[in-house]
């Protein structure tokens, strides 16, 4: 049982849990290995960032707990805990993956073939000359297919990638042209507000819910067009972490403010490398460390609560010489979650074509994501994508301790998809 009674059901039962117990839940959310424990924002602002805090994987302390009132629903977390619980391991692992499709719309075989597993988050990849109409209705074919996988009836997660400039998915009539992010930094915040809540408004029009920007590495001067991600293509907003924070604040509130959920990129920061992840190996960044400036854009993103965090796929010397950082516990749960504070999504960037994580498996590459702290594994093509549901699903089965991460993942996912309902 899929439907909206199901939810209707759990909510019920745990209502009769809380009342009837004679120690009553807390009235905060309590601290959680992944979760946000805020039903009003996917990230978490319990603490300043860059300073340490408990390790989120319990509650912190035993503060008296108020007793409930009897009109007292449960959190988003409490019910997205309830909803996760109706899941099978193999399906709690598919609802953390997001499959990429063609922007042009995807195949009835790839629809059929995701549904089988369970997957019910995509990315529309490539480029598109479809209008506002024929997107939206690619869109919603995609979803109808993939929705009855979803307990409580909750949103499939459609995402893209609309930063502005070289990087537009969605080109075609009534989409918004925006410029590169650079020209779009220098502009002054009522048009950038503006012209960003726009292009979020012909997205939600779309069927789109995620949209993979802003950017919010820093590119400096120096290094400009030579950094080959971001810089050659002027993503970044500004060459400075201040000017790149002020713009990311103001494309974040302007999407949000359309229902469109915004993720800052590339976690801890991708714009003193060389080389491009997406075609080249060994990238490897040796300037950025727990203190670098390049953080503050990220900060004052944890700090908003308006986004979700993508892991860029380098290596960082500085902070962990071992792993690049989608695999690294170090990047994702000791800086990002631990030391920063943030509690929400962390979404990889590509694990199926990045040339950069092509060493391992693909299936291995979900499972070092999901082990290293993160929540949702992207993969632009479908088929690999199932591969990597799964693995997951595999090792949940294997290793208890990972089947407690996935589902910890799960809830997440869950509780997100209740926010934005």
Known sequence: MTTRAKQLMSVGILMTVMLASCSAPNTQEPASSTSAGSSSSPSSTRTPARQATPSPSGNSGAEERPSPSRSQEPSLRQQAEALADELSASEQAASLVMAGVPATGATAAEISAMKKQGISNVFL????QLPVKQT??????ITQGLESGIPGQLPVWVATDQEGGFVRVLQGPGFT????ALTQGG???SKLEREVGAAGKELAEAGINVNL??????VPASIGTGNAPIGYFGREYAHDASGVSKAISTVN????????QPVVKHFPGLGRVAGNTDTSTKVTDTKIDADSSDLQPFEQAIEQGKSWVMVSNARYSRLDGKNDAPFSSKIITGLLREQMGYGGIVISDDLCEAKQVGYLPVGERAVKFVAAGGTVPLCVKSAPAITMARALAAEAKADGKFAAQVREAAVLVLEE???MQ
């Open 136 to 141: 939206a209705a690619q869109v919603q074919e």
């Open 417 to 419: 998809k209740l926010r």
């Open 177 to 180: 042209e925006l410029p590169t």
């Open 253 to 260: 509130e302007a999407l949000r403010s359309e229902g469109v």
């Open 187 to 189: 502009w002054p915040v």
């Open 125 to 128: 990849r490539g480029r598109s």
């Open 213 to 218: 920007a802003p950017v919010a590495d820093v």
